[in-house]
């Protein structure tokens, strides 16, 4: 967390670049943009002070109804799957930090637009999964293995972590992107195959016809020659 540059009061949720406004939070930026979420002029609403047994769909309520903080706790719900899901994908760790801010920054503005009730984190993940391959198709993917050392000090890695990120990260890199996404969607981020199915635009059929495709080529990979 960072303290927003025009309030010091408020936090920047997600580090790295922010095209929100250069270091300023949701609500500074909106203000100051004249875009704020139902903003009339009047006092805002007071943030929940724990969203503990509140749902996703009901913050983004709240949002809407004008209280922008409130976007900070669907922010602290998933950024660090949204980052450990660019991370997997991209195998950087500043590229993950850039994307990760983006994801928040396309669904703060595209807030009014979200349908999908009680499906929020495919939601997200579908606007991940696009600038993802967006990402993939402007830049080559380099594949080096990444240690938990090298990860931000916001999403630590459990200790004697490292054997196991290693090869987490050489199983999946071979894999062609489709089937990699999947794996990732499913094991990392922890996505049931129903939300799977959201972000990918498939039947859920399919999302587990591609799960099953993916571990064949894992164990083919692992076989000898």
């Given amino acids: 967390m960072k303290k927003c540059n025009l309030s010091e009061s408020h936090v920047v949720p997600v580090g790295g670049k922010n095209s929100i406004g250069f270091g300023e939070c949701f609500e500074c930026s909106e203000k100051r943009n004249g875009s704020m979420v139902g903003g009339n002029g009047l006092p805002e609403p007071v943030v929940p002070s724990s969203a503990t047994g509140r749902t996703d769909d009901e913050i983004v309520g709240d949002v809407r109804n004008g209280v922008a903080r409130a976007f900070e706790i669907l922010v602290q719900r998933y950024e660090n799957k ?101 794996m990732i969607l499913k094991y990392v981020s922890d996505l049931t195959c129903e939300e799977i199915a959201r972000v990918e635009s498939l039947s859920e059929s399919a999302v587990k016809q591609r799960l099953h495709r993916a571990r064949e080529m894992i164990r083919e990979m692992g076989r000898p020659e």
């Fill in 82 to 182: 949204i980052y450990k899901f660019f991370f997997r994908m991209t195998g950087h760790s500043s590229d993950s930090e850039d994307l990760t801010q983006e994801v928040f920054v396309q669904a703060f503005r595209a807030l009014t637009r979200y349908q999908q009730r009680g499906f929020f984190g495919a939601w997200l993940f579908t606007i991940a999964r696009n600038l993802s391959k967006n990402f993939s198709g402007k830049r080559m993917r380099d594949n080096r293995l990444i240690t938990p050392r090298e990860l931000p000090e916001n999403i630590p890695a459990p200790a004697g972590a490292e054997e196991a990120q290693d090869q987490a990260q050489a199983m999946l890199a071979p894999l062609p992107e489709e089937y990699r996404r999947v």
